[in-house]
């Protein structure tokens, strides 16, 4: 059975510094792997996604990804409060086509304080 | 990103009745519909994944008959829970997948928060 790891948290990072949250996954043939940042009480959002393995920045966001190791990541530059949520990896098997089911973690809390 | 509605935002109801959420990709076409269940303080549950024309493909443990799901087009997802109960209420959030200026993605809708008295 597919299974994405992640640590529960909480996460408590002060303002301003990097938070790293980490995942692993056990299928090694995954292809593309998702980061999504989930508000309490609100529905998931889509941060970033990362196919090749290195790291893939946007904004304050970087992902990194080792295939080798099963490992990806989500670095946050510069935490903010608003920052402070439950960030969701997930994993599917294809990095195209249109029937692939995402395998999410059960997430990790982040809490950034002022 | 690309946007996925879903209608409506919320929902009371009695027990025994039936309640249908919809979901729209606004801006792309949707090959694939995914409907999860989470209740408070847990994770994303999938329940059913849909493409467009065929019938449902459901995960373990959940009630086809209970759960019932159109997929009539490329933008549309209908779920239907049939005769609903306290034990259904949940947040009932939908997600598309299809192909974007990002490449295959799949997008969440709002949810849809269902109280079953």
């Known amino acids: 059975q597919k299974e994405v790891e992640q640590n529960s948290g909480p996460l408590s990072v002060p303002e301003g510094a990097i938070a790293s949250l980490n995942c692993t996954y056990s299928d090694r043939g995954s292809q593309s792997f998702f980061w999504y940042r989930q508000y309490s009480g609100k529905s998931p959002e889509l941060i970033m996604f990362i196919y090749s393995n290195g790291d893939k920045e946007d904004g304050r966001f970087t992902a990194q990804l080792n295939k080798a190791s099963q490992y990806v990541s989500l670095l946050i530059r510069d935490s903010q409060p608003s920052d402070s949520a439950t960030y969701l990896c997930a994993v599917n098997e294809g990095s195209g086509g249109s029937n692939y089911k995402l395998t999410f973690g059960k997430g990790t809390l982040l809490t950034v304080n002022p | 990103g690309a946007v996925v509605s879903q209608h409506p935002s919320w929902v009371i109801c009695k027990s025994g009745t039936s309640v249908k959420i919809e979901c729209r990709s606004l801006d792309f076409q949707a090959t694939t519909m995914f409907w999860y269940r989470q209740f408070p303080k847990q994770s994303l549950m999938l329940m059913a994944t849909?493409?467009?024309?065929?019938?449902?493909?459901?995960e373990q443990g959940v009630e086809k008959d209970k759960f019932l799901i159109n997929h009539a087009s490329l933008t549309l997802s209908t779920l239907t829970v049939t005769s609903a109960h306290p034990e259904d209420s949940s947040f009932y959030i939908c997600?598309?997948?299809?192909?974007?200026?990002?490449?295959?993605?799949?997008?969440f809708g709002p949810g849809t928060r269902l109280t079953v008295l």
């Open positions: 849909s493409n467009e024309g065929s019938k449902a493909t459901y």
């Open positions: 997600s598309a997948r299809g192909r974007t200026s990002g490449g295959y993605t799949q997008y």
